[in-house]
């Protein structure tokens, strides 16, 4: 009896540690994730007139956008997300980034995370470029071709800093920023197109995604 106590209780201290050690990580992701958004709006969407988050989640890209005093909304295709953000107290409504609730070229800045690599994205630009101004700022975040994108099964292709900037040029958009969001988080500026293979070292939410930012060409 003695022993199968020590057991127990030995695999109770483990699932301690564990979870103690995801809070941490979890924290620390969040942090960074916060500081990234933070540093994206003040370098290119701080004088945009009215930015647009599609694909919005819980809303922490709309809350760093409201702790600057910016003017955002989003959009999410996700009922239980746009309850949510509501109850935030964040401007969201229900939509997709293939019906995007807003007249034609009535967007300032559109901002995009984690979310072109679930869509066919030839389909996705056409609605996007649509409720873009000319002029206009689009920001694309998403992972790379790392070993564990495939682990999500909704995920469509895997994107690179080369792919959404020929993506972006299809559509008359001229690509003014692009960079890797753990070089973006130390200040540093990557544009190696093959880094991706190495990226396994880093936490794949962090190290494995790149940010590619252009501005609508006025045709």
Request: net charge positive.
């Amino acid at each position: 009896m003695t022993t199968l106590y020590i057991i127990i209780q030995n695999i109770f201290n483990c699932i301690k540690k564990f979870v103690s050690m995801y809070n941490i990580y979890s924290g620390f992701f969040k942090e960074q994730r916060d500081k990234y958004f933070k540093n994206v709006l003040n370098k290119h969407f701080k004088k945009i007139p009215l930015i647009l988050d599609i694909g919005c989640g819980q809303g922490d890209f709309l809350t760093q956008a409201k702790n600057l005093n910016l003017n955002a909304c989003g959009i999410d295709d996700k009922d239980h997300w746009v309850e949510h953000c509501t109850k935030r107290g964040l401007k969201v409504t229900q939509g997709s980034i293939y019906q995007i609730p807003f007249d034609d070229h009535s967007m300032d800045g559109i901002f995009i995370q984690s979310v072109i690599e679930h869509v066919d994205p030839v389909k996705a630009m056409h609605e996007i470029t649509r409720g873009l101004k000319k002029d206009g700022i689009i920001a694309i975040s998403c992972p790379t071709p790392e070993k564990h994108f495939w682990d999500d099964p909704t995920h469509v292709r895997p994107h690179t800093i080369k792919s959404l900037s020929v993506l972006m040029e299809m559509f008359d958009i001229d690509v003014i920023y692009k960079n890797y969001v753990f070089a973006e988080l130390l200040g540093i500026k990557i544009t190696w197109n093959g880094l991706f293979k190495w990226l396994n070292l880093f936490p794949a939410r962090i190290g494995s995604n790149v940010i590619v930012i252009g501005r609508k060409m006025d045709k």
